[in-house]
């Protein structure tokens, strides 16, 4: 088990001091939705037990859930042997991840056709 300090120097954030983090359904696998984090966003997740983010687009820590409901229980924290990846197994509280109402962030398929040459 790694101490939360030793694992937030071990991370490789971007040029913005932001690094990828996948929320994954603890039960199933289902992968839920990407969403950004920083230095103190996994700080607050670590001490809250649920997750929180870094809204790029509002420029302010972004506690999933908080508004509407749909907090994320944080199972475990895990992150990628290059260190650039975060993955977050969580209890998905009322079954909606997506701001869409989705279960799933994940769910424009794309038909994938072999040999196909040009696009």
Not at 23 to 47: C, F, P, V
Not at 54 to 68: D, I, V
Request: charged residues 20%; hydrophobic residues 40%; proline residues 2%.
């Amino acid at each position: 088990m790694i101490l939360a300090s030793e694992m937030i120097r071990n991370l490789k954030f971007n040029s913005q001091g932001l690094i990828p983090a996948i929320a994954q359904d603890y039960r199933d696998g289902t992968i839920l939705m990407m969403a950004w984090m920083n230095a103190e966003s996994i700080q607050k997740t670590l001490a809250t037990g649920e997750a929180h983010y870094w809204s790029r687009s509002r420029s302010e820590l972004w506690h999933k859930g908080a508004t509407s409901g749909h907090i994320q229980k944080v199972k475990e924290l895990l992150y990628d042997c290059d260190g650039d990846t975060i993955l977050i197994k969580i209890e998905q509280i009322g079954d909606i991840a997506c701001h869409t109402g989705a279960r799933s962030c994940f769910f424009n398929s794309v038909e994938i056709i072999p040999h196909q040459s040009s696009f």
